[in-house]
């Protein structure tokens, strides 16, 4: 990919003020094939204050992505309340999701689906091919509007779907290991450009990863979650602007990342469903 066409230049106009999320009390169950219910987020009290950064770490099943469905308004708590500012949510334009995988049509060209994002949000059809233009510069795609999502690398592809997230104008951006699929040097220079991104627009986000650094470099706030439950909180020590290769460099990044990976190492550890369960606790355990 040429990067020097794929620096986001994010649009001044585009800033907004934000809205908060708040889970308060929120349970939420699913019924296993056995019919045992399995509580995959547990009594959870958290407030993602208007354009904060979280970022949500912790081991495979400890209910990260359950958190992001509830705050999409996807699915509804059992127990507490979800509060996208002060109404329930909504899903739709405002609130925009990037997952693990780009999941664009296949049959649309680039241009194309960032422009059935604007359809969905009902921007005017004169308005159409000049936002799709913008939002394509923004993530550094306008080269490759023509082109099909089957002829573009994964890191383009995860482009294509921040630049669908975005056309709706979203001051939530729900994103759910973005970055998982990529490789090592596209991902630091997704985060980037994400770190970029947020800088000028300034959405409210909640970042669900299983990496500590990414977690650290991208966030404001780290939570742990385990088993359903928040463990931890912990207010990222980096400056702002941040660069990822400065940043890493820092004593506050080697300490907190210590900190983080050692609760999430026990919490792998101790979870019976983990291969790593029991082999790793000491001579008294081993036999
Ligand atoms: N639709 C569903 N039906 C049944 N069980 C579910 C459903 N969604 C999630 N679960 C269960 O809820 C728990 C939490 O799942 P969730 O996907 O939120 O975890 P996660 O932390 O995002 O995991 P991973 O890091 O592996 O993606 C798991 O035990 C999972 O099996």
Not at 167 to 181: H, K, S, V, W
Not at 193 to 209: E, G, H, S
Not at 210 to 230: P, Q, T
Request: charged share 20%; glycine share 8%.
């Amino acid at each position: 990919m040429n990067r020097t066409a794929a620096r986001p230049q994010p649009s001044p106009e585009a800033v907004n003020t934000g809205r908060s999320i708040t889970f308060s009390g929120v349970s939420k169950s699913f019924a296993l094939r056995d019919g045992l219910p399995t509580r995959a987020v547990d009594a959870v009290d958290l407030v993602v204050p208007a354009q904060q950064f979280v970022a949500v770490v912790g081991p495979s099943g400890c209910g990260k992505t359950t958190l992001l469905r509830l705050a999409d308004g996807l699915i509804a708590p059992d127990q507490g309340s979800v509060r996208i500012g002060a109404a329930p949510p909504v899903p739709g334009p405002g609130i925009g999701m990037v997952f693990q995988t780009a999941r664009l049509i296949p049959w649309r060209n680039v241009s194309d689906n960032v422009r059935f994002a604007l359809e969905a949000a009902g921007w005017p059809a004169t308005d159409r091919d000049r936002l799709v233009q913008e939002h394509l510069r923004q993530v550094g795609l306008e080269r490759w509007a023509a082109h099909y999502p089957a002829q573009l690398s994964g890191g383009m592809r995860q482009r294509v779907a921040l630049a669908r997230a975005l056309a709706g104008q979203p001051d939530i951006l729900l994103m759910d290991e973005p970055f998982a699929n990529l490789d090592a040097q596209t991902r630091e220079l997704m985060q980037e450009d994400l770190l970029a991104l947020c800088a000028a627009r300034r959405p409210t986000v909640l970042f669900v990863t299983h990496s500590v650094d990414e977690a650290l470099l991208l966030a404001d706030r780290v939570i742990v979650m385990g088993g359903g439950k928040l463990l931890d909180d912990v207010e990222v020590a980096l400056p702002r602007p941040r660069s990822i290769a400065e940043a890493t460099r820092l004593p506050a990044f080697a300490e907190q990342r210590a900190h983080l990976w050692s609760q999430i190492r026990h919490l792998v550890l101790a979870d019976p469903a983990s291969a790593f369960f029991g082999r790793h606790n000491g001579p008294e355990t081993r036999g």
